[in-house]
């Protein structure tokens, strides 16, 4: 079955370190890849997303992503996290034959220590 | 904000009941989906609809019934309701039919007793 996994669940950063949360996918085709963040309260707003083309993405907030087939992964990256970052990122993988249906990882909460 | 409403905010009802959970997609969005968060399960596909009907459906109890309207807005209905449906209810909505990005609303908290 087609799943999406998050290995880290809890993680903790200095604020100006620099962080990179993990998400590999299993299916072999192409995937169309999301991370989306949600804050305490709040639904679900989306960082970045990969269809196709350049394999490193540009999202909002200072993040960015890498697709590596290779891998199977899609890592989130942020050169120097904020204390407003401290969230949880959410992972999620869609494929074009079932609708606009996404699979979501378990998520990563991150923690900003000061 | 994200220009996707869902109410109510907040539900409190007893095993047993029904409810209804009611969403409004953003403006110009055609598809509606439906997800469920638990702290066991994480984010679950329920349910998709697309300019009124239905398009790809999840992990969704037969318990659970949606539907959209011509207006575009959706409702959830959760009925025989137990204690493991406690969850929060995402609705989010997209332009199309097929992957693209997905708009979510703050939520529907819903706690049975």
């Known amino acids: 079955a087609q799943s999406v996994t998050q290995p880290d669940i809890h993680i903790t950063v200095s604020e100006g370190a620099s962080l990179e949360l993990r998400c590999n996918y299993s299916y072999g085709a192409t995937p169309y890849l999301f991370w989306y963040v949600q804050s305490p309260g709040q639904g679900l707003q989306l960082l970045l997303k990969y269809f196709s083309g350049d394999t490193l993405v540009q999202g909002i907030k200072g993040f960015e992503a890498e697709f590596k087939r290779s891998q199977s992964s899609f890592n989130l990256r942020k050169p120097s996290v904020h204390w407003s970052d401290a969230a949880e990122y959410f992972c999620?993988?869609?494929?074009?034959?079932?609708?606009?249906?996404?699979?979501f990882g378990q998520g990563t909460e991150l923690s900003v220590k000061p | 904000d994200s220009g996707v409403t869902q109410t109510p905010k907040h539900l409190i009802t007893a095993t047993g009941q029904r409810v209804t959970l009611r969403c409004s997609p953003r403006?110009?969005?055609?598809?509606v989906y439906w997800y469920q968060q638990s702290l066991d399960q994480g984010l679950q596909f329920l349910i998709q609809y697309y300019n009124g009907e239905e398009r790809a459906k999840g992990n969704i109890l037969e318990r659970f019934s949606a539907q959209q309207f011509p207006d575009l807005h959706s409702e959830l209905n959760l009925s025989s309701l137990e204690l493991g449906d406690s969850a929060l209810y995402f609705c989010a909505s997209s332009v199309s039919t097929g992957v693209d990005t997905q708009y979510f609303g703050p939520g529907t908290r819903l706690t049975v007793l």
């Open positions: 999620a993988w869609g494929y074009g034959n079932q609708g606009g249906k996404l699979i």
């Open positions: 403006s110009g969005d055609l598809s």
